[in-house]
């Protein structure tokens, strides 16, 4: 199934960085398979969804991640909008935007 994630993109190193912990950096790229600890990766229904409560920072990156439902540790798939985590989830797509929402172009890095 397709669950969203919107987190800072850190344009200087290319990785993205956990807003639950700072220390947390995942590679961006298409393919990649992202873990986090404790509940995991928490996910919404809709891209709009987590665009609307979640790109607070200056560079935002909205992430399509493709789970397995059966995974699940917290949340209801029924819910109306519903939020869940899953321990792990494979980045399928990505788009950059700005903190006031608008998408961008992606960030050069540094590297």
């Known amino acids: 199934l397709p669950g969203y994630k919107v987190m800072r993109h850190d344009p200087e190193r290319g990785d993205v960085v956990s807003g639950a912990n700072s220390s947390l950096r995942l590679p961006l790229r298409k393919g990649a398979v992202h873990a986090m600890p404790g509940h995991g990766i928490f996910l919404g229904s809709s891209a709009r969804y987590v665009l609307t409560h979640y790109a607070v920072h200056d560079h935002n990156v909205l992430i399509t991640y493709a789970f397995d439902p059966s995974t699940l540790t917290s949340g209801n798939l029924h819910d109306?909008?519903?939020?869940?985590?899953?321990p792990r989830a494979k980045v399928v797509a990505f788009e950059f935007y700005d903190e006031d929402g608008d998408k961008t172009r992606r960030p050069r890095s540094a590297r």
Not at 80 to 86: D, T
């Open 80 to 86: 109306a909008e519903p939020e869940i985590s899953v």
